[in-house]
T-cell receptor, first 110, second 116 residues
Framework: GDSVTQMEGPVTLSEEAFLTINCTYT??????LFWYVQYPGEGLQLLLK?????DKGSNKGFEATYRKETTSFHLEKGSVQVSDSAVYFC?????????FGRGTSLIVHP | GAGVSQSPRYKVAKRGQDVALRCDPI?????LFWYQQALGQGPEFLTY????????KSGLPSDRFFAERPEGSVSTLKIQRTQQEDSAVYLC??????????????FGPGTRLTVL
């Protein structure tokens, strides 16, 4: 079946550092791609999404570009804040059941 | 407006007990999903409802797991004769439209089940 692979965490950064969290997927065709974020004690919430090749999703300074040629959807942010500390999940939606990656924990130190 | 709520937030059960987990989706949302999230893993699909109809239950791990949504709003996930391997966080999500993974899902905070 379809799968999503994202880099293992935790990723530990200092405030204002550059962030990249890698994500690749296996679904064929043109699935929608998502990044969800889970803050401590809360449910997953959509951070950004892209629905077709070369689309760039962006929100709250985060962005990710749908790369069909490399089946990737890497998450980036130019300058992280302590408040960005959370678990980030990459997901693909090729059918009506999304497939999630294992999640990457991000810890940002002041 | 109110988001997706789940209750209880935490549940401790002795092995062999039955448990019932409740999900209140966002009012008017057509689609409702249940997921199981083991420690350090992403959510794994369990079952999907469109209104009151359970359209997919392929992810339920055994016949001890049962879900219902009788009036197309509140849903209950029931686990009979709980086992230690059932320990996980159970997530509920809803979506305003019919089933499509193109649509954003709105997640509840989850119920953490621990089976002793």
């Amino acid at each position: 079946g379809d799968s999503v692979t994202q880099m293992e965490g935790p990723v530990t950064l200092s405030e204002e550092a550059f962030l990249t969290i890698n994500c690749t997927y296996t679904a064929t065709g043109y699935p929608s791609l998502f990044w969800y974020v889970q803050y401590p004690g809360e449910g997953l919430q959509l951070l950004l999404k892209a629905t077709k090749a070369d689309d760039k999703g962006s929100n709250k300074g985060f962005e990710a570009t749908y790369r069909k040629e490399t089946t990737s959807f890497h998450l980036e942010k130019g300058s992280v804040q302590v408040s960005d500390s959370a678990v980030y999940f990459c997901a693909e939606g090729g059918s009506y059941i999304p497939t999630f990656g294992r999640g990457t924990s991000l810890i940002v130190h002041p | 407006g109110a988001g997706v709520s789940q209750s209880p937030r935490y549940k401790v059960a002795k092995r062999g007990q039955d448990v019932a987990l409740r999900c209140d989706p966002i009012s008017g949302h057509v689609s409702l999903f249940w997921y199981q999230q083991a420690l350090g893993q992403g959510p794994e699909f369990l079952t999907y409802f469109q209104n009151e109809a359970q359209l997919d239950k392929s992810g339920l791990p055994s016949d001890r797991f049962f879900a219902e949504r009788p009036e197309g709003s509140v849903s209950t996930l029931k686990i009979q004769r709980t086992q230690q391997e059932d320990s996980a966080v159970y997530l509920c999500a809803s979506s305003p439209n019919g089933g499509s993974a193109y649509n954003e899902q709105f997640f509840g905070p989850g119920t953490r089940l621990t089976v002793l």
